[in-house]
């Protein structure tokens, strides 16, 4: 009996809820929206400039008889309520349903046939912003002609291509990236505003209600080699412009779902929480437009106001999404949610309280998808590496170990970036390995049949430490050209004003090897160095190992440097040419270890450069860098890159003994080194001088440590389980690892620290 009561209830609440229902307009422009713009107009003159604008081009649009500013007729007619704009969307709507179909010819040429794409989308979502906003001026018939020619050209090939069985062609799988919520969403927010006069547009937006958090939770797949939505850390794969899209996409319906079910609670997705932090660690705040990585198939100028905008909508805020929309100069790229569009008119928070900068650490990784940003400061044209090796497919370049540099404002040291996919150019040049700053083998980087069947094995990135002055990143971009390679490694050691890159590098037989570089300003090269420039902006890359550049034209008399090479090649969304360059090491190798220096200038005018003396011992190579009386020793053992198998790789080196992979020892000029307060170890788990252990650790970590008067910092990954004996000659009075405040135990004169992080 009680079952039946029980099922009555549930059957008795559906049928209440089927009733109910939806008051219009109530979609996005919510009358609280257009009141709350309302009084802002009155206090701020760039929204009253915005609104000007907005109506103008309304105005416009009241000529002609088109759906693609159907937005802005709809927001003209709820804010002054003049019947002109209703009256224009009425006839737009009732013209635009007379269309046998919405989809277009190349995607219903496929089999099985698309009958739904991006066009027909963004369509969709405009029909039901208009919808929305002329509702009550519609007769009750003219609702159900409209509602049902809107059903049949939009929401049922949306949902019906991308959602809903027996019909469903597309998968998670296959095309769960951005158009997969561009088309759902749409879909279901064209859904939500039909669901009054049809109930199976009800039933298609609970659908994607229902169905939208597997996309945020979807974790990939081995067989396809598909990459999870999201990092764990946030953000997605597919480049920051396709990230920002798919995700305002899927943010839009959930803030339309939001407004037209009052007091309903929206699902637990774990994912919205990271995105504000993602969003600001691939930005590079400078003077003027703001920067964001270019990984892949998008542009610098990209931004992510947007989806920063219905999160703060959606409630949640922090004060760091504010301090991003307030760097974002208005109308900086083609899709933004600016003062002067719709969106970005009634969603634009008022940024008069803003942070001057973000409350967020300086370097972050994204492990998941193989992204890593590490930078000086949040302030503007500060000093940005951001380095790739991930996922190679779709909207993501074969660009395994490829880094980008922005110093004083620039990306000195570019990615090269994209074009109109159907050019030629963007499948042979700007998706390639040509177009990134990686090595080539034979003059070949990753295969290019990974542009559409992707990579089997993938880069990886790992162990970013920052330790202020010191910071580290290794990049394993091995997987994607291991048909060449049997290691590619990439490590990116930055002490003070100099980033030392070395390259790893093994393949499978013997062959030619080259460096490439793409930069973003002047390139003069000046004997062994190169000088990048560009306004304030001033880099020298110096090559030292596994040569030098050769000092002069003459290459022929230096058989033995490397030599380099100018490339032609197409410029960014194919506006004219450009060159790169390329680095040839002379002869075959079949195993190589590459050292260059990026020395960050001061100012274009700086002419006093560190002094870098090469140095070699027993299995060791290294320099000895001297700037402003400061030393830095860096040693690179070479007998721990994998020749040995079962055996340590001992050195001895400058009085110090050591299996680690490398380390570098800082020091005032005429110091004995082992007075040293910093100390960078990567994979190591001993460091000795005499009878003296400065660190010792069961496994090989990566290490920083930093002295100060009272302090010892320490940075330390490598394992979960760290267990590691440090050398101390007076016991400080705070032990910090990892940015947190420790206690650990001494013996004699060692700290034991431990790490869990299980």
Known sequence: MKRIVLLAGILCSMGMGYAQKLTHPDLLYTPERIEQVKQRIGQDEQMTSAWKEIKQTAEKELKGNSLNKADYLSLAYLMTGEKVYADK?????????????WGSAEMLARKPAWRSDLGLAHKAYLSAIAYDAVYNDLSASERKKIAKGLYRLGVEPLLGDWLLEPVRIHSLNSMGHNWWTSCVCMGGILALSLQNELPEAKEGAQAVYDYLPEWFNFAGDVLQQKAKTFDEAGGMYESLNYANFGIQEALQFYVAWKNTHPGASLPDIPQLKNLSSFFAHVCYPRTGMLYSINFGDSHKNISAESSLMLLYALGVKDKNMLWYMKQVEQGQHRDGYFLNRPMGFLYTPELTRVPELPDLKLSQLFADFGWATIRTSWKKDATMLAVKSGHTWNHSHADANSFILFHKGVDIIKDAGNCWYPNPAYRNYFFQSQAHNVVLFNGQGQSREQQYHGSTLRGYLYHLLDGGNIRYLLANGTGPVSDNFSRNFRHFLWIDNVIYMIDDLKTHRNGEFEWLWHPGGEWKKSGADVTITKDKSSVVVRPLYPRLLALSDFVHDYPDDLYWEEVTAPVEDLQGTEKYYSFHLPGEFKQVKGLTAIILKDSVTQKELPMMERREGKDWIGLRVTYKGKVTDLYINQLADGRLMHSNSWIEADGWSTDAYMFAVSYPEGMDPSETKEI???????????????????????????????????WMDGQPYMHACIQVTKRPKQFILNDKVISVNYKDNMAIVRLDRE
């Open 89 to 101: 969307l009425k006839a737009i709507l009732l013209k635009a349903i007379e269309a046998e179909t």
């Open 680 to 714: 960078f170890m990567g994979y190591g788990s001993s460091l000795r001088r005499g009878q003296t252990s400065y660190f010792s650790s069961l496994s090989k970590l990566f290490y920083i440590r930093k002295d100060t008067k009272d302090k010892i910092n320490l």
